[in-house]
């Protein structure tokens, strides 16, 4: 099994930044892909952004390229999701996932262990 716990969230004004993290505890891969997904009210769950852990490769949600970053610290089994320019429509609960395989993708279903999820609000 995998443990995934998420922080950073909080309520931030539109223009402002905030830092997820995402610690990874348990079973561990020796290749594997972490992303971040979002989920607002009354929305599907989407893609954010991913991060091959073996090489470090991303890739991101067109709503979020150039204002949001993904990376990794190997040594704290812990990814991070960098934001700024935070706009209202950015609120939702950020969870982090778990893909066993190595193929950076934008797929929901495919993503095998999931955290719990922490609340990011952003006021107008």
């Known amino acids: 099994q995998v443990q995934l716990v998420e922080s950073g969230g909080g309520l931030v004004q539109a223009g402002g930044s905030l830092r997820l993290s995402c610690a990874a505890s348990?079973?561990?891969?020796?290749?594997?892909?972490m992303g971040w997904f979002r989920q607002a009210p009354e929305k599907e769950r989407e893609f954010v952004a991913a991060i091959r852990w073996t090489d470090g490769i991303t890739l991101y949600a067109d709503s979020v390229k150039g204002r949001f970053t993904i990376s990794r610290d190997n040594a704290k089994n812990t990814v991070y999701l960098q934001m700024n320019s935070l706009k209202p429509e950015d609120t939702a609960v950020y969870y982090c996932a778990v893909d066993q395989t190595i193929v950076l993708h934008t797929i929901r279903s495919r993503y095998d262990y999931w955290g719990q999820g922490t609340q990011v609000t952003v006021s107008s």
């Open positions: 348990g079973r561990t891969f020796s290749s594997h892909v």
